[in-house]
């Protein structure tokens, strides 16, 4: 019988030499290459966040039916690697939330919204948090420090918190919540819909915003169970008081069939793409007024 464990000469065969680069542990060549590229991936981010290569990315949310206006902008942070370029959030965010470089992640997004709220007195803005960094001291520090400095920021400020991060430590956000809207600040529920909210604790959060989340919304126009979907959450946005923003618009169809619902805000890449040079800086600046 040929003995397949050999090549000709007494060497390793093809399918040998296939596993060979792969350590003990791994069921293929092709699991460890993913692992290998995401270990690499959360190394460059680490590095960049140590080196404070970051940056924010400015989106319109505009009223619905008034896509003239933006009600506020949603700054969302982008990490770049070594050559500039942006690391896709998508590649690293679910390695990094619970980590120390999440929080810090989540600081350097904080420090940036409120210099630039401070450096644009007619600017509403949105900043993304997870709930763990309510018990992170930097990011906690950042934030008293920011609306210390300039009494108009708190106002022109809106903290999103993701469903799944909030239903974490339900209680830990309530009494959060609780302090800091007495200072003006504002909330927004991110992502509604995509996780499992006790309402019992959304009855007791104190968010002012409702964002439905855009697995709901892409080609909603078309769709008449996402239809469905949507109306019952808008609803339930309305009857906490909450305004509904509907994300991941991309269609002008879906956009008035949110309009003609009732959702009162509408934000994605049919307004307008996140962009690190938002029409604000320019000299015919549209301001972000709600």
Not at 1 to 25: E, F, I, S, T
Not at 227 to 240: E, H, Y
């Amino acid at each position: 019988m040929q003995d397949h464990h050999k090549a000709k000469g007494g060497g390793l065969g093809k399918g040998a030499l296939k596993w060979a680069d792969v350590p003990y542990g791994h069921h293929d060549p092709l699991s460890y290459a993913i692992a290998a590229r995401d270990r690499s991936t959360v190394e460059m981010v680490n590095d960049a966040v140590r080196h404070k290569q970051v940056m924010l990315a400015f989106q319109p949310v505009v009223p619905a039916g008034q896509s003239d206006r933006v009600a506020f902008y949603e700054g969302l942070i982008r990490v770049l690697d070594a050559t500039g370029r942006i690391i896709p959030a998508r590649e690293f965010i679910g390695a990094i939330e619970t980590t120390e470089t999440g929080r810090i992640i989540d600081c350097l997004a904080l420090e940036k919204g409120l210099r630039t709220l401070s450096m644009h007195g007619g600017l509403r803005l949105s900043i993304n948090m997870s709930a763990r960094s309510i018990g992170y001291a930097r990011w906690m520090r950042t934030l008293t420090k920011g609306l210390d400095a300039d009494p108009t920021v708190a106002e022109r400020l809106i903290l999103e918190i993701t469903e799944s991060s909030a239903m974490l430590v339900p209680e830990l956000v309530t009494g959060f919540m609780d302090e800091i809207s007495q200072r003006g600040v504002s909330f927004a529920l991110d992502d509604f819909g995509a996780g499992f909210t006790s309402m019992r604790y959304l009855r007791d959060f104190y968010f002012d915003i409702l964002k439905i989340d855009g697995q709901f919304i892409r080609g909603i126009a078309q769709d008449t169970d996402n239809q469905v979907l949507t109306t019952a959450l808008a609803t339930i946005g309305r009857q906490f008081d909450m305004v509904t923003i509907a994300e991941s618009v991309e269609r002008a169809d879906d956009a008035a069939f949110l309009t003609a619902i009732g959702i009162d805000c509408l934000q994605g890449y049919f307004f307008g793409a996140p962009s690190v040079k938002p029409v604000w800086l320019t000299p015919d600046a549209r301001r972000g007024a709600a």
